[in-house]
Nanobody, 117 residues
Framework: QVQLVESGGGLVQPGGSLRLSCAAS????????MAWYRQAPGKQRESVAA???????NYADSVKGRFTISRDNAANTVYLQMNSLKAEDTAVYYC???????????WGQGTQVTVSS
């Protein structure tokens, strides 16, 4: 499995921006599909954005046009740029990795994002 460490969360006002980072170690990063999930209090964890080993991306409807996922294979890092943040984006954000061949899955510990005035 790959080890994942998220960073970049915090408190931001509505309309503001944050960039989350997820640093991976332990395996060949380029062989992992990467994704960001989030879980708000009292709600189920949901997929936010994903990027394949080839760089194809997809997004939840609720974040399309506001969030951008990207990866830097040389730095073993995946990013989530979040713009025009809303109160409903408040959640713990988790990094997820799925290995291309084995489909083994790894999760980070999560980083809190709070959108509030």
């Amino acid at each position: 499995q790959v080890q994942l460490v998220e960073s970049g969360g915090g408190l931001v006002q509505p309309g503001g921006s944050l960039r989350l980072s997820c640093a991976a170690s332990g395996r060949i990063f380029s062989m992992y599909h990467m994704a960001w999930y989030r879980q708000a209090p009292g709600k189920q964890r949901e997929s936010v954005a994903a990027i394949t080993t080839r760089g194809s991306t997809n997004y939840a409807d609720s974040v399309k046009g506001r969030f951008t996922i990207s990866r830097d294979n040389a730095a073993n890092t995946v990013y989530l740029q979040m713009n025009s943040l809303k109160a409903e984006d408040t959640a713990v954000y988790y990094c997820n990795a799925v290995e291309y061949f084995s489909r083994s899955e790894s999760w980070g510990q999560g980083t809190q994002v709070t959108v509030s005035s």
